[in-house]
């Protein structure tokens, strides 16, 4: 079945630590790959996405991610969080099998403590 | 930047009452969406509509609801009879043909009582 796995719920880091936030997904070919981010009370921002080309791929708010094929992965870093990403992130695909509408995982939340 | 914007951003309703939740897509987008949120759940897909007409609907999209674009700016989602499960955040969202990255608005958060 296809899927989005963010396998953890909930992460607390020290601000200027970095940050890993991991997404594994289940679907036939490769999807079109997506993080947004959501801060508490607003909607979704869409942080970086995928589609093809160089694996690495930058974001804005210094946040990059990396498409692993191998590891069906797309996990989302940042070399030295701050206090203003507290925020809960969102992996998500869109695959031609499921007629490209976007399928999230389940979040994780982000907690920066100083 | 363009913005996607939805209205109002809270609204509480009394079970069986109708609701209208009002979207303003960017103005060249050509795809309009509606998700929601159940708190503490994924963000799930409700609809897709593309040439003023459904291209796509989940099974949650039931014959309780409905999208309409009445004007050429606005885009609708309607709730005839609401429930208290279909208390959420519902978020809409546009996008151009051939980017998936969508932008969303920042959402409305129904309250059923």
């Known amino acids: 079945a296809q899927s989005v796995t963010q396998p953890d719920i909930h992460i607390t880091v020290s601000e200027g630590a970095s940050l890993e936030l991991r997404c594994n997904y289940s679907?036939?070919?490769?999807?079109?790959l997506f993080w947004y981010v959501q801060s508490p009370g607003q909607g979704l921002q869409l942080l970086l996405k995928y589609f093809s080309g160089d694996t690495l791929v930058q974001g804005i708010k210094g946040f990059e991610a990396e498409f692993k094929r191998s590891q069906s992965s797309f996990n989302l870093r940042k070399p030295s969080v701050h206090w203003s990403d507290a925020a809960e992130y969102f992996c998500?695909?869109?695959?031609?099998?499921?007629?490209?509408?976007?399928?999230f995982g389940a979040g994780t939340t982000v907690t920066v403590r100083a | 930047e363009p913005e996607v914007t939805q209205t109002p951003s809270h609204q509480v309703t009394q079970m069986g009452q109708e609701v209208i939740l009002r979207c303003v897509p960017i103005?060249?987008?050509?795809?309009f969406y509606w998700y929601r949120q159940i708190l503490g759940q994924k963000v799930e897909f409700l609809v897709s509509?593309?040439?003023?007409?459904?291209?796509?609907k989940s099974e949650i999209f039931d014959d309780q609801f409905s999208v309409e674009r009445p004007d050429g700016s606005n885009f609708t989602l309607k709730i005839r009879s609401t429930k208290l499960e279909d208390s959420a955040m519902y978020f809409c969202?546009?996008?151009?043909?051939?980017?998936?990255?969508?932008?969303f608005g920042s959402g409305t958060r129904l309250t059923v009582v």
């Open positions: 679907y036939g070919a490769t999807p079109y």
């Open positions: 103005s060249n987008h050509l795809y």
């Open positions: 509509f593309y040439n003023n007409e459904i291209s796509e």
């Open positions: 969202a546009s996008s151009v043909p051939g980017d998936y990255g969508y932008t």
């Open positions: 998500a695909v869109a695959a031609r099998s499921n007629d490209y509408k976007l399928s």
